[in-house]
């Protein structure tokens, strides 16, 4: 046997080279191709963000346009989905819904399946752009019996979505642009993360030649797991819980360190920051604005909370020694719930956010030329060789 190097959970391994993100996780830095995230979340937009990870530069003007408009014309999604939806139960989890949706697509555009073919490539980016947000708008209305919403060109991207989420046919819409720019800028947040579960999982689907829409509905699934874009969904939870049961933040804290039934404090640790996630810091500043607009005395109340937990965590023993820190997940549910998303809709936005960089990386994958098809290897702990018995015979 050859010499094989054994690193669970991949901690150590580089799994390939990448121009995309990059994070220092010792002092808390993450860029998009070299721009600190501060800075695109102060002053870009996430469509911007996705064309700037997706191409590698910052557009200019009549690129941009370009983009947009190519992004608007196809977002209305084939009038099958309407019943594809419904083939679901309403109680069904988003995430599951979608991560089939976005699979389904490749049965809808299959002249855009070839990854190999630029045109083709190109094609795939600009529909899976275009029509998660309204596959995603869909779901949520599905789940609840509300008629479903028609994109509109004329919009934004994220306004759009909103309106789609949140309008009604009879009424104009009215929303708050800064409810607009906080999504936006959420979702610039949550765009690329470098290689995480659900991007390596893009990327390994993606190295066997599967189609994008194959790759990404995989990325789909990897995200929905409560120790990656499932914590956002799981946060809420906890603080629920919290709340309902009268338990002081002290109280949870202890069970947490105590590895009760494994309970973790979610929102909270990284693989890759030991230090403030500077996402983190960005989420909780938008969770204030946004709640002191909208806030419900309710969640008012889960933000005192979060707030709580963060204290006490961060002067304690065990989660210093350890670093951890809030992460991205930690306050976005409280924003999300401010808005009038439901709770299993907090992951499906994650998704919607991720998907310029699971694009990004998809591509960037199929076009290196030192490609080949991830296949990891292991270390064999079984029987080594032992000989059939017929039942019979069997002790
Ligand atoms: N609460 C309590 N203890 C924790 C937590 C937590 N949230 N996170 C890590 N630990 C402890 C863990 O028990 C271990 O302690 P010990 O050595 O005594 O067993 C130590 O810290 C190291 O943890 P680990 O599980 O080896 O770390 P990892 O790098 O494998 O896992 C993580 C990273 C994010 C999965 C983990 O921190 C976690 O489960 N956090 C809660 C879930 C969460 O918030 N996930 C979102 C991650 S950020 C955005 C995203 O990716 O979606």
């Not at 102060?42 to 469509?47: A, C, D, G, I, M």
Request: charged letters at 25%; one cysteine or more.
């Amino acid at each position: 046997t050859g010499m094989v190097a054994l690193d669970p959970g991949f901690t150590n391994t580089a799994s390939t080279t990448s121009e995309i993100t990059y994070i220092d996780g010792e002092v808390g830095i993450l860029r998009y191709r070299g721009y600190p995230i501060a800075e695109l979340a102060r002053s870009s937009t996430f469509t911007e963000v996705a064309y700037l990870l997706i191409n590698g530069e910052l557009p200019d003007a009549e690129t941009f346009e370009r983009f947009k408009r190519r992004i608007a014309r196809h977002r209305l999604l084939h009038e099958d989905f309407r019943s594809f939806f419904t083939s679901f139960p309403s109680s069904g989890h988003p995430m599951a819904i979608l991560q089939a949706g976005i699979a389904g697509l490749a049965t809808y555009y299959e002249d855009t399946l070839n990854p190999h073919d630029p045109y083709e490539r190109e094609l795939a980016t600009v529909l899976l752009l275009s029509k998660v947000p309204t596959m995603v708008s869909y779901i949520a209305r599905r789940a609840i019996g509300l008629p479903l919403m028609y994109p509109d060109p004329r919009r934004g991207y994220v306004e759009d979505f909103l309106h789609m989420t949140f309008g009604m046919p009879y009424q104009s819409f009215d929303i708050d642009p800064s409810v607009i720019r906080a999504l936006d800028m959420l979702l610039i947040l949550h765009a690329d993360h470098e290689q995480n579960c659900s991007t390596s999982t893009v990327r390994l689907v993606g190295s066997s030649d599967a189609n994008m829409y194959a790759s990404v509905a995989a990325g789909v699934g990897a995200l929905s797991g409560p120790l990656h874009g499932g914590a956002n969904e799981a946060v809420l939870r906890m603080l629920d819980r919290i709340q309902n049961d009268g338990m002081t933040t002290d109280e949870f804290v202890r069970k947490v360190k105590n590895k009760e039934d494994g309970v973790r404090l979610m929102g909270f640790g990284h693989r890759v920051y030991k230090s403030y996630d500077p996402r983190a810091a960005l989420v909780k500043a938008t969770a204030h604005d946004v709640l002191a607009r909208l806030g419900s005395a309710d969640g008012d109340r889960k933000l005192e909370i979060a707030m709580e937990l963060e204290e006490v965590a961060l002067n304690d023993e065990y989660f210093v020694s350890r670093n951890l820190y809030p992460n991205v997940d930690f306050y976005t549910g409280l924003i999300y719930q401010a808005m009038g998303f439901p709770t299993t809709m907090f992951t499906p936005l994650f998704a919607l956010g991720r998907l310029p960089g699971w694009i990004a990386q998809y591509r960037e994958m199929i076009s290196d030329p030192a490609k080949r098809i991830g296949r990891p290897r292991q270390v064999y702990t079984g029987q080594i060789e032992r000989h059939y018995v017929a039942m019979h015979r069997r002790e």
